[in-house]
């Protein structure tokens, strides 16, 4: 699929998808549900539309879904309020896309430096995160659950090589949430725009740069015909999750079942969407490197000492806006210590000697 086909289409709006039996939607419950993404945009928008048919599937058209991408109801970055507000049920997206709101919902998609997907999965069921969730949530009249992960995503796409801090000085950059802050804090010029634009800033030289997500989604984006150096594994947005959030007073009036229909709707498409990125990175990666010519690119190790320094001052600045702020940071940095150390001693060592062995990632 091509980059243009799909995006002309969800600029003229397909206009809502109905996803429910219509015999047996007539009596049941209508679940309204806009997303962040365009419509059949490769990996995050196909994966919110394949939630929201399993969503109508499960509940055999108790729940009688309606699907809008972005664009089609409103906006991408209008979706929060669409929801809180009542208009619709629920909104799929990235949390961090709304740090405008409250700084700490950044935590509940990634931070810099922050916890990989297998972690902040583990924080997020039984380390106490979706009771923070929840807590950040609530007092915008919401319910949140998780449903989506890309994994470890990439650095970014550059018009130049990136060597020390110092070249990011003046770079304008399309990079959200507390990522984006870093960036700031050394010298870039950063903003935050919705997926379908991306590509038309980058070609038109209104951004420099830009992060989007990994090999599987960043090929039918074309970013490579404007920015050729493509950086590996990015300190902004390491791992974690994607929202499906829905309006607190549309949750409470499910019953118990329709309420564990939706949650395993998310819990199935939160594993896929994570396991389907996996698959597909290494073979679009090569795509990019043996048919477009792009280099791979690392970050050294000075400018991801650089990153460090100025993260370590955003998370200063996050505790600061307020009580709840500082416990959802320091909630999280102290679980990502207490699991990151069993990792680094298991999973990143196993993975390590593995590589070496086989010789992989030379």
């Not at 799909?6 to 809502?16: E, Q, V």
């Not at 090999?215 to 499906?244: C, I, Q, R």
């Not at 001052?313 to 940071?329: G, M």
Request: with cysteine.
């Amino acid at each position: 699929m091509e980059r243009r086909k799909f995006l002309k289409g969800a600029a003229l709006g397909a206009g809502a998808t109905a996803l429910a039996t219509p015999a047996l939607a007539q009596s049941g419950k209508t679940l309204t549900i806009v997303s962040t993404w365009p419509r059949d945009f490769p990996g995050l928008g196909i994966s919110a539309q394949r939630l929201a048919a399993r969503i109508g599937q499960l509940s055999d058209g108790a729940l009688n879904v309606e699907y809008f991408a972005s664009g089609e109801r409103v906006g991408a970055f209008d979706v929060f309020d669409e929801v809180a507000s009542g208009n619709a049920q629920a909104y799929i997206g990235a949390e961090y896309y709304f740090t405008g709101k409250h700084p700490a919902f950044a935590y509940f998609t990634s931070v810099p430096f922050g916890m990989s997907t297998p972690e902040w999965n583990a924080w997020i069921k039984f380390g106490g995160g979706q009771e923070l969730w929840d807590e950040v949530s609530g007092e915008f009249g919401l319910k949140a659950l998780a449903a989506g992960s890309t994994g470890t995503q990439a650095g970014g796409w550059f018009n130049k090589e990136i060597e020390s801090a110092d070249d990011l000085k003046g770079l304008k950059m399309r990079i959200p949430g507390l990522g984006g802050q870093v960036l700031s804090k050394l010298g870039a010029s950063t903003v935050s725009v919705p997926g379908s634009q991306i590509y038309e800033n980058l070609v038109s030289g209104a951004i420099d740069a830009t992060e989007w997500v990994g090999p599987y989604n960043d090929y039918f984006m074309k970013f490579y015909e404007a920015a050729k150096y493509y950086y590996t594994a990015g300190m902004h947005e390491p791992g974690g999750g994607l929202s499906f959030s829905m309006n607190r007073a549309f949750y409470d009036g499910l019953s118990d079942w329709e309420r564990a229909v939706v949650e395993a709707a998310c819990n199935e498409e939160h594993a896929a969407s994570h396991e389907e990125n996996i698959a597909k990175n290494g073979e679009y990666l090569a795509k990019l490197v043996d048919e477009q010519g792009v280099q791979v690119r690392a970050f050294n190790d000075d400018v991801w000492d650089s990153f460090g320094e100025a993260a370590e001052e955003v998370f200063e600045e996050t505790r600061d806006h307020s009580e709840l702020a500082a416990r959802v940071n320091d909630d999280f940095q102290a679980k990502l210590r207490e699991m990151g150390t069993m990792m680094a001693q298991f999973e990143v060592g196993y993975i390590n000697q593995r590589n070496r062995v086989l010789g992989l990632g030379e």
